[in-house]
């Protein structure tokens, strides 16, 4: 009889699973068997988008949630389907994000690349935690980027108020992905719940597109020429969701598939448990 796929009897949440690498991680992972929950602010895109990887996939086992992420109650509300739909939950991929040339301010009044790209996997795994922790061994996984590297945690002005720069923003956001991936780490240190995080690589993708300087825009344009396939850039997260080779393997960063040291400011634990007081204040999550 032939072995059981990888990731069969196995629930998966994708955010941002309409596109680019949340699209090809939902593919990579509904292939290996999983049932897989993917989400996106538009119902009818990501039944699309659903119809697409469960054909793509060879498995009829995706579901679609709308929600916006970038205001909470968006995420409460999506958290909410998710433990109705799923007895279980196995994995969790914090994916969606972006980049934001100008400063936008949410429903909640938080600057946006802060609360899509950092606050909404906060709240999000936070509201996932007792159904992940009960299907243990279970995974988080958020998806940084190499750009983490020239991120500052700027805590007196975390929200762009004083000053903002969409690179300033994303960087700090995706700092903060890997600084809250290493603090999950620790407090769930002995739970059976691992916690890692990624650069996917540079990825030809619609990252960025919804709102880009004209000198970005070029830049990107020449770049695309030169950028891995979503296909390519979502081994990584497939890898990290579904390999035997990580299990149990926690508070990591990955490139490649391959364990990585990040930024020295992504090991400064008093930031860290800073960043989580302010996350949880933001979020009510106290
Ligand atoms: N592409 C790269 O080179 C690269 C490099 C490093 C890291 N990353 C990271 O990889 C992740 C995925 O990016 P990508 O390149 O695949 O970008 P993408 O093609 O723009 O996909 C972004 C996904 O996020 C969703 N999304 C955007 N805003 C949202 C919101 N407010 N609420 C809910 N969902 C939202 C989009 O869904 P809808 O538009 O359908 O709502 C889409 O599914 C991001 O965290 C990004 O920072 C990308």
């Not at 995974?139 to 945690?153: A, D, E, F, N, Y």
């Not at 969701?241 to 990580?246: G, K, L």
């Not at 007081?277 to 979020?283: E, M, N, R, Y």
Request: net charge positive.
């Amino acid at each position: 009889m032939a072995d059981a796929p990888l990731m069969a009897g196995k629930s998966v949440l994708v955010t941002g699973g309409t596109g680019g690498i949340g699209k090809a991680t939902a593919i990579g992972l509904a292939a290996l068997g999983a049932r897989v929950g993917i989400t996106g602010r538009d119902l009818a895109r990501t039944e699309a988008a659903a119809a697409g990887i469960r054909a793509a996939a060879g498995n009829p086992a995706v579901d679609a949630f709308a929600a916006d992420l970038s205001v909470q109650a968006g995420v409460r509300r999506l958290a909410a389907q998710v433990l109705e739909t799923y007895p279980r939950l196995d994995v969790l991929v914090n994916n969606a994000g972006g980049f934001w040339a100008h400063r936008h301010v949410t429903a909640d009044g938080l600057e946006h690349t802060f609360a899509l790209n950092h606050l909404a996997p906060f709240l999000l795994t936070s509201l996932l935690l007792d159904s992940l922790t009960t299907s243990a061994p279970a995974r988080i996984l958020t998806v940084s980027s190499g750009v983490h590297t020239s991120g500052r945690i700027d805590f007196g002005d975390l929200q762009g108020e004083r000053n903002y720069s969409g690179q300033r923003a994303h960087s700090q956001s995706k700092l903060a992905n890997v600084m809250f991936t290493y603090e999950l780490a620790r407090r769930l240190d002995g739970t059976g719940v691992t916690a890692t995080v990624l650069h996917p690589g540079v990825v030809r993708t619609g990252f960025g597109a919804e709102d880009q300087t004209a000198s970005l825009a070029v830049m990107i344009g020449v770049a695309r020429l030169f950028m891995k396939t979503p296909a390519q850039g979502a081994r990584t997260p497939v890898h990290l969701a579904s390999s035997p080779q990580v299990e149990g393997i926690t508070g990591r960063y990955f490139v490649n598939r391959k364990p990585k040291t990040s930024s020295k400011a992504s090991y400064d634990t008093a930031a860290a448990a800073r960043l989580w007081q302010v996350s949880a204040d933001l979020t009510a999550t106290a």
